[in-house]
């Protein structure tokens, strides 16, 4: 079964500061990843996905990922956080039947100004 | 308006009582799912349909009943809700595969008293 971790279930960054979210996952084949933010109150909106290719993933809002196979890791990073990057981060991984997204526990991230 | 709607966006039901909470999305995506989100767990899948008249399981079936009769809706019951049914419940949709990445309502909380 497929599993998603986020290790880090709250962050504080200083606005201009670089951020790096961690998530680990567990899938048995070439596993498809995905992030989401949810501002508070609001639903998910997609940052950014990897399926194959480029392991450095560009997203919006500034957003990058990169896909670590050897690590099982797909951590999302921004160089200079903005305090309206306060919001909840969600990891997920896809299954290869397209029919299934297993979400992590979500991490929340603070912006001190 | 296109998008993805969810009504109600709060609801207050008591133990026992049926409830139903409906999805709406105009785009004529075929997969639609529903998510029930607590502290702690993340976003957890309850049901999803690939099409209208084809549902499916999810991690978290138990206790929900849905139904997909026409492609741009997709409700969800509660036949005798219960106390650990409350939760914040998202619906999605997504043209095809989770490859596509989802699009999320803006949710509904629940509170079973």
């Known amino acids: 079964a497929q599993s998603v971790t986020q290790p880090d279930i709250h962050i504080t960054v200083s606005e201009g500061a670089s951020l790096e979210l961690r998530c680990n996952y567990s899938y048995g084949a070439t596993p498809y990843l995905f992030w989401y933010v949810q501002s508070p109150g609001q639903g998910l909106q997609l940052l950014l996905k990897?399926?194959?290719?480029?392991?450095l993933v560009q997203g919006i809002k500034g957003f990058e990922a990169e896909f670590k196979r050897s690590q099982s890791s797909f951590n999302l990073r921004k160089p200079s956080v903005h305090w309206s990057d306060a919001a909840e981060y969600f990891c997920a991984v896809g299954n290869n039947a397209g029919n299934m997204l297993t979400f992590g526990g979500g991490t929340r991230l603070m912006v001190k100004p | 308006d296109a998008g993805i709607t969810q009504s109600p966006r709060y609801k207050i039901t008591e133990t026992g009582r049926q409830v139903t909470l409906m999805c709406h999305q105009t785009?004529?995506?075929?997969?639609m799912f529903w998510y029930r989100q607590d502290l702690g767990h993340g976003l957890r899948l309850i049901y999803y349909s690939a099409a209208a008249d084809i549902t499916d399981k999810g991690e978290v079936p138990d206790g929900y009943v849905v139904s997909r009769s026409k492609t741009e809706n997709f409700p969800l019951t509660l036949e005798s809700a219960t106390r650990s049914q409350t939760s914040v419940y998202f619906c999605?949709?997504?043209?095809?595969?989770?490859?596509?990445?989802?699009?999320f309502g803006s949710g509904t909380r629940l509170t079973v008293v």
């Open positions: 785009w004529s995506h075929s997969y």
């Open positions: 990897y399926f194959s290719g480029d392991t």
């Open positions: 999605a949709s997504s043209a095809g595969t989770s490859l596509y990445g989802y699009t």
